[in-house]
């Protein structure tokens, strides 16, 4: 049974894709989403580099436990990863490329839920889309990392809203309809507010292209990401690979480069 080393899993747009590296072959292959039959291994390695479009494994194999790259490998593009993983500085400590570009903090919603974000400006909309939230506004555009996680902090504190959204209730929002009204006058709410302080919110930017509609039968139930996963897809969605088999089910895709596959 051959074992592939999975490499990325990012959307395109709304088109996810996962990417596996065939070490036989030496080549990036494309795992067929719209199907489930697979075995997840329990441990990840790093997932190397890419030089332009040569893509390298990792030369030591390393293993992985934050994220799914070694600092080797890394080097090149996050010459530091602590300030990638809780930004320190604006560009002035480190030499990552993009603590000292433009950054936005944004409002984004999750059904109902509303969290405060950051990331660079050009990775919005990509982001917000990876995360699989339903709208999001562009609060503000700030240069530099760590001020944009302050300003992220302080506006989180002074409008009561949360950093994080929890796996589970994302999964819970799917089993009902995208509540479009409730979000909007959320919005208009919170828009108001960030005026108040200063700050020209952006429009509100709905996202509902995903492949999976909503509402699902029930809400998903999360499944481990590691041993054998079989069923009939629904749909994807942010993180979330949805299923059916005995009932409606989740994993999430965003735990499983570094991993390795196998399909029987
Ligand atoms: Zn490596
Ligand atoms: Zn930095």
């Keep these: 049974m051959a074992e592939f080393h999975v ?25 067929d989403l719209s199907k489930l039959d697979v075995n997840i291994s329990h441990h990840a390695n790093c997932v190397g580099n890419w030089y332009g479009r040569e893509y390298q494994p990792c030369p030591h194999d390393n293993k992985v436990s934050q994220g799914n790259i070694c600092q080797e490998c890394a080097s090149s593009f996050l010459p530091d990863l602590a300030c990638t993983f809780e930004p320190r500085c ?18 984004a919603f999750h059904g109902e839920i509303a969290k405060v974000g950051m990331t660079t400006s050009r990775r919005i909309n990509q982001r917000m889309i990876e995360q699989g939230c339903d709208a999001f506004s562009v609060l503000a555009r700030i240069d530099g990392r760590a001020s944009a996680r302050k300003l992220e902090g302080s506006l989180s504190e002074k409008l009561g809203l949360r950093q994080r959204i929890r796996e589970l209730e994302s999964l819970f929002c799917m089993a009902d309809a995208i509540p479009i009204e409730k979000i909007e006058a959320r919005y208009v709410e919170i828009a108001s507010e960030v005026e108040n302080i200063g700050l020209r919110p952006e429009p509100l930017k709905i996202l509902d292209d995903y492949p999976m509609k909503t509402p699902l ?48």
């Design 7 to 31: 490499i990325s899993f990012d959307w395109k747009g709304f088109e996810p894709h996962l990417y596996y590296y065939d070490s036989a072959s030496e080549e990036m292959k494309e795992h």
């Design 90 to 107: 604006d560009g002035e400590i480190c030499a990552n490329r993009f603590c000292q570009q433009e950054h936005v903090v944004y409002l």
């Design 217 to 264: 039968a029930s809400m998903p139930k999360p499944t481990r990401i590691e041993g054998q996963h079989k069923g009939k897809v629904i749909g994807l969605k942010g993180k979330f690979l949805i299923y059916e088999n005995g009932g409606v089910k989740a994993i999430n895709l965003q735990r499983v480069p570094g991993r390795f596959i196998s399909t029987l």
